[in-house]
């Protein structure tokens, strides 16, 4: 690592230990969404009152509960009957990830570009990861959606950093570099600032740990996978990774050489996965 990248890492975990980095917090919307999940007694009446007070989080549950994904047989026009058919869990996680999308946005237009870029990314390795979930798990596609949007949460907190320190923000190297040793522990802090659940408080780190041991299966392998699908075709350093030896890929069972994007099946669901994002 260089040296101006050194200085500003130790500047950025110095922030974090004396508590003075500040990290994103959830939206209102989200963070009632979710003290619905966590709570045992809450019902489809209590989500409804929540959700129904952002009138665009409530079209977007409605869409979510027409999509093609979910194969109904009849239009919704409702966000209750949204909500019933989706159930809560379903929508909490669901809502969760759309409400985020707010979060990736900055005064800089450098540093706008780059949280569209991170949120665009995250959408299309949350879209896979739904995928895969559903085809090759016994987890729960919900969940690995939100995993997906959420595995670089970690790159916000540094890309605000760099807003208020220019000289930073002009050397995209040096801030590449820091992003890519930094973002996943920082991004296990913020998930578990947040009070996320334990299988999807680490998805930051593990997803790019790729020799990490699992007894089975779960959604850190499901991350991994979509976000190395991801980059497929693109000059990125991820797109040249050795994928036969990303342990991810035996747990899920797959094919390091598969190409998700090659299967009409699965690529049409992916689509549909994404365009729930969008």
Not at 1 to 6: G, H, K, L, T
Request: proline fraction near 5%; glycine fraction near 4%; hydrophobic fraction near 45%.
């Amino acid at each position: 690592m260089n040296p101006i990248a050194e200085k500003v890492r130790t500047e950025i975990i110095t922030a974090i230990n004396n508590d003075q980095l500040v990290l994103p917090t959830l939206p209102e919307v989200a963070l009632k969404v979710r003290e619905v999940a966590d709570d045992p007694d809450a019902d489809i009446d209590k989500l409804n009152q929540v959700i129904s007070g952002d009138a665009a989080l409530s079209a977007r549950i409605i869409r979510v509960a027409n999509s093609p994904l979910l194969r109904a047989s009849r239009a919704i026009e409702d966000l209750r009957t949204a909500l019933m058919r989706l159930g809560i869990q379903y929508t909490c996680n669901i809502a969760t990830g759309l409400a985020m999308e707010q979060m990736f946005q900055a005064t800089s237009d450098l540093v706008d570009m780059r949280m569209r870029e991170v949120w665009s990314r995250s959408s299309e390795v949350a879209g896979i990861s739904h995928v895969l979930c559903k085809h090759y798990t016994r987890l729960r596609p919900d969940q690995a959606t939100l995993a997906g949007l959420v595995h670089k949460i970690g790159v916000l907190p540094i890309l605000t950093y760099a807003e208020d320190h220019p000289a930073l923000l002009k050397d995209s190297f040096t801030l590449d570099a820091v992003i890519e040793e930094l973002h996943g522990p920082i991004g296990d802090l913020i998930l578990k600032t947040w009070g996320f659940p334990e299988e999807l408080a680490h998805i930051p780190t593990q997803h790019i740990n790729f020799a990490r041991q699992s007894p089975k299966a779960d959604y850190g392998d499901i991350v991994t996978v979509a976000m190395l699908q991801s980059y497929l075709g693109t000059d990125s350093p991820m797109a040249k990774i050795d994928c036969s030896q990303v342990k991810a890929f035996e747990r899920l069972g797959l094919d390091p050489e598969m190409q998700i994007a090659e299967s009409e099946d699965l690529s049409a669901e992916m689509e549909a996965a994404m365009s729930l994002l969008l």
